[in-house]
Structure formats: C-alpha cells, structure tokens
C-alpha cells in the first residue's frame, strides 16, 4: 500500500530523513518509535506533503502512485490522511463545515455524488457517539479552544468518518490522560480493517498498551535500523533507545 | 479651466435646460455650487482624504443622465434577490417607475422618489432635507446639494414596524460617456418605529460612472433601523457616499457597510448619539481587489450620557488594492457612562496590497468604558495547509478562511441574499455553506445521550 525508498529530506539545508525505507501492507498497523530528533515527525510531514521539506532523494509511493507528485488535497482524496501532533485552530470554519465539505471533496474526487444530508448526519453522529463527543462541536470552529484532549478526540473523529486507505497518526497520544487516551486508543482501534493501514508515530510505548502494532520501527538519526513485533517496544520501554543506537552504530 | 469649473458649467447647463424651480431649492443649490466652489474638491493635503486621491473625480469628464432605460431582465440579474421587498430603483440616477415596486408598502409608511416628495410635500421634506448634512460636510456634500434631483425618502409614521426590507437600489449604466449622479436619500423614523433600509449600488460590469450618495437618517425615540450599503459597483465606477444620523433617545441603529465594487470608494458614515439610551452599531466589510480603493470614514458623537456604540470593520485587500480605516468617536464633557467599543482587522492577501488604518478616540468625560484596536495580518498557512489535508482544495481552503475571517462581522447579516453575494465576492462559490444550520440542529436534537457523554469528560 505504502511504499517508502531510500527517503533523504533536508529541512532548512539540514538533511533530518538519510535514506529511510518502509513498506505498509494493507490490514498493517505499524508504529514507528524513536528518540526526540530522530525525523519522526518529519516523516508524516512529507507524507502529507508539509511545505519546507525538500526531498532529496528517494520515493514514496501510494497504492502505485508517486506520492511526491500529488497535490496535498489528492493525497487525502486518495484515502492518505494525517493526524496531527497539534491540530491546528481554524476560527470561524465550524467543524460540521469542514467535515462535510472534506467527506464530499473526496466523494467528489472518486466520482460520487455528495453524500445525502440525512445519511451524512446518521454518520456523524454515530462517530460523535463512538469518540463521546457533544454534539455542540459541530458548532463550534474547528478546535478553536479546544483542550488538548478535545483537539486530539476530534482529530480521530475526522479519520472516523473520512475513512482513510492509511492514517498517519502523529504523536496522537501526546497530551492525554489516561481517559482521553482510552477514548482515542478506542477510535483508532475501530478504523483497523483488512483494506486498512495504520501508521503510529509515538515517543512513548504506552500508546501501544491500547493500539497493538503489527510490526515496530526505531528511527535512530533519519533512518530505520531495527525493525520487529510488538514486543520490540516492550524491550524499548524496559531498555531506552540507547542500546539500539550502540547496536546500529556496530 | 479648473476641475470644479468644468462641473458648474455642467450644472449651469443642467439649470438652463431644467423646468423652472421653487426659488428655495434654486437657492440651495446655489448655496451648494457656492460652497463647492469656495471648497473645491479635496487633495491629500486634507486630513480627511489624505489616503484617497479623488482626481479620478475631480479630471472626469461627467454628462448627466437623460433617461432611465434599463432592460427589465437585465435589471432582474443585478436585483438582490430577498423573498419581498419594498423597492425604489434609480438609473444613473433617474428614477425608474417600471423597475421600483412598493406594493408591501404598509399603513404608516411612505417611500417615494425625491421629486415626488418635494412636489407633494414641500414643507415636511425640504424642510429636514439637508438639515444633518449640509454644504459644509465636505466638498461632495456641497457638489451633491448643488447638483441633487432624485433620490429617495423613505417615512416612518410613529409605531410603524415594516418588516418587509425597503431597497434602494441604484443601478450603473455601461454608457458610451460617463455619467454622474448625485442622489439624495431622507429616512424619517418616527417614535418607535422600526425599518431595515438596504442602498445597493450595483450596475453593468463595464459601466465607468460617478454616483455622489448623501443619506441623513432620523431617529425618533425608541426608533429602529438597520441599514446596508451594499456595495456592488461595477468595477470601474466611482462611489461617494455619506450617512449620517441622528439618534433620539432609546434609538438603535445598525449599519452593515459591505463593500465589495468600485474602482474608487469612499464612505462617510456619522451617527449622532443626542439623547440617552440611543447605540450605534457599525458593522463593515470591505473586501478589494486589483487596483481597487476603497476609504471608509466613520464617526460616531457621544453627545449624551449612557450612549453605547460598537464598531468592527474587517477588511480584506488583495492584489495592489488599497483600504482606508479611519474610525472616530468623540466622548463629550459631561456625557458620562457611554461605553465605546471600536475595532478594526484587516487581512491582506497579496503583498502588495495595502491598508491605512487609524482608529481614534477622542474622550472628554471620565466615567466611560472604552476600548479600540486595530490589526492587520495575512491568512494563516498553517490553517490552509490543515484543510488541504482534508482534501478541500487550495482555491476553496483559502477562500473559506478568508471569508472566515469576516465571519464576526457576516455572522451579524440576516440577510441571506447579502452574505450569499458576499461568500461570491470573497470565497467564489463554497458548497453547501447555507444548508447547514438544519444538519446540526437535526443533530442536536437527537444526541442527548452522547451530550450525557460528552460533558463527563470535556477536558480529556
């Protein structure tokens, strides 16, 4: 499904990615975990084709496109959709705004029709329902004086109802407690599916107590050097990142 | 020749050609051109239009209308489209008796062109006409009072609640020479009487005309009135437009400033709080493009105590458009608690459109609550770039955004038909932005026990 070669990217003439390579398979949830500054973020950045990011080298493939190639509204059309670390507050844009017009501008670009107002309101109220969210956010612009937790809940609530091939979640468990966590961890649980990947980034292993990846990467200094099951991150929690570190450096 | 005598030849010439005139409006037009010539038109060395460069104006060359011809279907397209309305429409300035519809006129209220109001009513009309802004408002003022013959006057016996909007609608010919126009409108609003007054200034896209608008405006204690100037002039025109207002006690006046055509505009607007009780509230948009200039004057006098104004204009410049804001309000001795509050945000889209803002307060009271500021800032990309990777594309991610950002002001606007042209203007067509209220109340409705939920843990 996704398909990443040997990626370089500079930031601001700093090369961050060195050649970083990973390959999602539908039906996979993959984490990826790694020290502060290891090019975590910068990787769902270029996904979602984030400005300032210049790659250099390498490819990324979705689904037998050139990701690269695509604008940043046709990778989400395309069912690539990102989950930010700090969703950004959009004054004035009400949430049931954004939401429709989001869920139509893909529909659209798959050659449907827009989606029938009743039927678009049983969805989103079934999603609000399923993330214990107040119906009142529809209302209100998008995470304008959200709390951490709220923004973080209604990030998960758009992946709920656009449905996406691949979510990219960044550092979605930064910021919650223990309940918003649960309710989040919920969220993301319920969008695992054969035809579906998903894609963790996190610091912290304690995200994946609630979502159980198939396969973890440590990112050390803009590359992958190790790779395995779960249990990698039991071993990450127990042990730090250093030991990977000395072992990739041998 | 100079600028000004070119125009007074026009008016001589006008006076030789019309029907004789009662000797006072004669006088008073005399008074006018007098005036305008003692003032001649301004230059950048006025404080007042130090911003804005009328030779546009001042070099024209302006003929005066001689018919109202308009086709009715073209009239149609221009036509705001509400449910009903009350409506008056003068052609470059000459009323058009086929294109204005009065029939939801109620008991208690007349609104009638100029020339029909002075020969009905001399004394009740030409006796208040001119009475808030005279010659020596400015040099418009004194052009318009010399050259005025229509407009429209609009009168609210006292109670008279006309809750059909009362349009007056201005249309701009696309002439073979330009023309002018120096339209007058009254609006009496007797006691407690209550009228939304819309002036829409509209015409065919490449029409190039001078319309010159003085309004005064009336209220009455306990009066209502909300009033538009909608601006929608084709783009090559040139609008001047005054308001000013009087305000009894108890009175409320709402004025939405939207300004979105014309090559060069300028706006006066002036409420006069004179009693106790009596708010002022001045909503503008202004939203300009190309080389578009658009100036807007606005001053509100607190003359008594306990007066309330609010004041937000939002403007949104783009390519090497340029904007003017300069927002008054003066607190006279002795007019203790008023509470003032102005501000004004701007949003320029290109770098090199421009805005010149200046919010002033002038207090000579002690017990009052004031506030006033003014930004100005760009779109943020961060927000555009997080609608993008929700699928919305470029172009409507950054027209949503910037008509978000006149959202406090359009969420005011009740009028559906406006903030429908507006959302053109501004964000080209967007989906489905009207259709919304009715998902959520739906939604609402039928959610009570994901509320339940939802409140147990707002802060997770």
Redesign the interface.
């Known amino acids: 499904m996704l398909e990443v070669k040997d990626l370089h990217v500079t930031v601001e003439g700093k090369e961050i990615l060195k050649g970083l390579s990973l390959t999602i398979q539908s039906g996979e949830v993959h984490a990826i975990m790694g020290p502060n500054g290891a090019g975590k973020s910068t990787l769902s950045a270029v996904i979602?084709?984030?400005?300032g990011y210049e790659v250099t080298a390498g490819t990324i493939t979705f689904e037998g496109r050139d990701v690269l190639e695509m604008?940043?509204?046709e990778?989400?059309?395309a069912g690539l959709?990102?989950g930010?670390q700090y969703?950004?507050?959009?004054?004035?844009?009400?949430n049931?705004?954004?939401l429709?017009?989001?869920l139509?501008?893909?529909r659209e670009?798959r050659g449907e029709n827009?989606i029938p107002?009743p039927e678009?309101?049983k969805l989103?109220?079934e999603k609000?329902?399923y993330m214990?969210?107040?119906?009142?956010?529809?209302?209100r612009?998008?995470n304008e004086g959200f709390?951490g937790?709220?923004k973080k809940?209604n990030e998960i609530l758009?992946m709920l109802i656009?449905e996406p091939k691949l979510a990219m979640l960044d550092e979605i468990d930064s910021g919650?407690?223990i309940?918003?966590m649960k309710?989040v961890a919920d969220g993301v649980n319920s969008l695992r599916s054969a035809e579906r990947a998903i894609l963790m980034v996190t610091h912290y292993q304690r995200l994946l107590d609630y979502i159980t990846p198939d396969k973890v990467h440590v990112l050390v200094d803009g590359r992958i050097v190790k790779s395995g099951g779960k249990e990698l991150a039991l071993e990450l929690e127990s042990r730090g990142y250093e030991w990977v570190v000395e072992e990739s450096a041998a | 020749m100079s600028e000004e005598q070119s125009f007074l030849e026009r008016l001589q010439a006008r006076g030789a050609a019309r029907h004789a005139e009662p000797t006072w409006i004669a006088a008073r037009r005399q008074a006018g051109a007098a005036r305008f010539e003692a003032l001649g038109f301004p230059t950048k060395r006025d404080e007042q239009w130090k911003y804005t460069d009328v030779r546009r104006i001042s070099q024209g060359n302006f003929a005066l209308a001689d018919n109202a011809d308009f086709s009715p279907g073209q009239a149609a397209a221009l036509t705001l489209p509400l449910a009903a309305a009350i409506r008056l429409t003068f052609v470059d300035g000459l009323f058009s008796a086929e294109l204005s519809d009065l029939a939801a006129l109620p008991a208690g209220a007349t609104v009638e062109p100029l020339s029909q109001a002075l020969s009905d009513n001399h004394e009740a009309v030409g006796g208040v006409l001119g009475r808030l802004t005279g010659v020596d408002f400015s040099p418009f003022a004194a052009l318009n009072t010399a050259f005025s013959e229509e407009g429209a006057v609009i009168r609210l016996a006292p109670g008279t609640v006309v809750e059909t909007p009362i349009v007056v609608q201005f249309l701009s010919r696309a002439n073979a020479a330009p023309v002018m126009s120096h339209p007058r409108v009254l609006i009496q609003a007797g006691a407690r009487s209550e009228a939304t007054v819309i002036e829409h200034f509209v015409g065919e896209a490449d029409a190039g005309n001078f319309t010159n608008v003085v309004a005064e405006a009336l209220l009455e204690r306990g009066a209502i009135l909300t009033h538009y100037n909608l601006q929608e002039a084709p783009l090559g025109d040139l609008l001047v437009t005054s308001l000013q207002v009087d305000q009894g006690r108890d009175s409320r006046f709402t004025s939405f400033n939207v300004n979105l055509g014309g090559a060069l505009v300028r706006n006066d607007l002036v409420s006069e709080l004179n009693a106790e009780g009596a708010e002022a509230h001045f909503y503008g948009l202004f939203y300009a493009q190309g080389r578009q200039h658009v100036d807007n004057h606005t001053l509100v006098n607190h003359n008594a105590p306990h007066t309330i104004s609010n004041e937000n204009y939002k403007g949104i410049l783009d390519d090497r458009a340029r904007g003017v804001f300069n927002g008054k309000v003066i607190v006279k001795r002795d007019s203790q608690k008023i509470e003032a509050d102005q501000s004004n945000a701007n949003l320029l889209l290109s770098d090199r459109a421009e805005i010149d803002t200046k919010p002033e307060l002038e207090i000579y009271a002690d017990d009052v609550k004031c506030s006033h500021g003014a930004t100005t800032g760009q779109l943020d990309e961060e927000a555009v770039f997080a609608l993008r990777t929700r699928g919305l594309d470029e172009q409507t991610a950054r027209g949503l955004l910037t008509l978000a950002f006149a959202g406090e002001v359009m969420d005011r606007v009740t009028l559906d038909a406006v903030a429908e042209r507006v959302e053109r203007a501004v964000a080209g067509k967007l989906p489905e932005r009207f259709n919304l209220t009715g998902l959520v109340e739906v939604a609402t409705l039928e959610q009570g026990h994901a509320k339940e939920a939802g409140e147990h843990d707002r802060d997770g």
């Open positions: 979602a084709g984030k400005d604008e940043i509204e990778r989400a059309q959709l990102m930010f969703p950004v507050e959009i004054p004035g844009v009400k049931i705004y954004l429709k017009a989001a139509n501008a893909q670009a827009e107002a678009f309101m989103v109220k609000l329902a214990k969210m107040d119906s009142s956010f529809l209302q612009a998008v709390s937790g709220e809940r758009q656009l919650l407690d309940d918003a309710i």
